[in-house]
């Protein structure tokens, strides 16, 4: 995370970590419709830095940990492949999305915004599906709050986090096929 003040760069592991159990994911009841109307479209990996962008300056007061510096470095990890978004489109226009990185079977997931009702619930519910789909062992959300909270978020110590980071990012798992 980039300090706010002063745009430096540091590592975030707080005391106790928030993950997502990709098992106990449920969409919710009031996303449902939305899901079936085909209303939005969704697609990944097409216009990754736009997201970040996005992340970054669709809540100034919330996101002011995302630097230029983070942008240009999470985009380098991406053109290498282990940094993926979830884009949701609109009638051809960008509405929400999030980014995260990857390594092995664990997925990071960083930030994600929306511009339209819904459609940052919509990338998440595509992720936890793409994440199911291909495997993956680990959602780590970092920090729990109000929303992440819905989402299924809960908290275990920095130890345990740590056991089930490095038994995960062993395992090769691909984003995209």
């Not at 884009?87 to 990071?108: D, R």
């Not at 299924?152 to 986090?161: H, V």
């Amino acid at each position: 995370m980039a300090d706010p003040f002063d745009g430096s760069l540091d590592f975030y592991d707080p005391d106790w970590r928030a993950i997502i159990p990709l098992e106990n994911y449920k969409p919710p009841k009031s996303l449902r419709p939305i899901l079936k109307s085909n209303l939005f479209e969704v697609k990944f990996n097409t216009c990754f830095e736009r997201v970040m962008l996005y992340c970054k300056h669709t809540r100034p007061e919330l996101e002011q940990w995302i630097s230029d510096d983070m942008i240009f470095l999470y985009t380098e990890l991406h053109r290498q492949g282990n940094a993926h978004s979830v884009e949701v489109f609109k009638e051809g226009e960008l509405v929400g999305g999030l980014y995260g990185v990857q390594v092995g079977a664990v997925f990071m997931g960083e930030s994600m915004f929306h511009i339209y009702p819904n459609a940052s619930k919509i990338a998440f519910h595509h992720l936890i599906e793409r994440l199911k789909q291909q495997d993956f062992k680990l959602l780590d959300s970092q920090i729990i709050n109000g929303f992440t909270q819905k989402l299924g978020a809960i908290e275990i110590p920095r130890k345990e986090f740590k056991i089930l980071l490095n038994e995960a990012i062993k395992i090769k798992r691909a984003f995209i096929n």
